[in-house]
């Protein structure tokens, strides 16, 4: 089983505060800084073959986790190596395609699984789709917005195989 998920903190106001209301700010001064650093917070999770690799008892940008999924997905399509890397941490889960498989591996930890190649790619876009609906859900005008619109047009006509 592969599972990459993520909960919106609504119960942990310090982390809530990160998901800014519509009317407190205008969608068009949000930058690439501010979602890859500032806004969007969430509790991530990644199991893969049983393995937890992220951990929901750390927080992680939605946006910054969906972009490096969006970066894996184009990579392991063309049979290159990929990974989860994220700001908020040194360690990058790396993927390295083997064949049909692809074997994951924690940069930090002595964690290793392997999964599909196919299993991990729908996983990941699976992922970068859900993560663009909270965030267009929570704020529908970051849907023009030039990187939160990417995220989404990277993996639309992806197709696995």
Partial sequence: MNLLQFEIPENEPALFDTW???DQRDA???T?????YRLFLVRARFVAS???FISPTGTVTLF???SSAVGSVLRLRDGLSGGL???ESPEVIEFRPDGAEVVIRSSLLPLTAVVGRTEL???LIAFVNEAHRAIVSHWAALAENEDVAGLKKDVAEFEIG
């Fill in 50 to 52: 049983g393995v937890e």
């Fill in 121 to 123: 790619i729908a996983c």
């Fill in 28 to 30: 068009g001064s949000v």
């Fill in 32 to 36: 690439d800084v501010d979602l890859y």
């Fill in 85 to 87: 890397g994220l700001p």
């Fill in 20 to 22: 800014p209301l519509a």
């Fill in 64 to 66: 910054s986790l969906a």
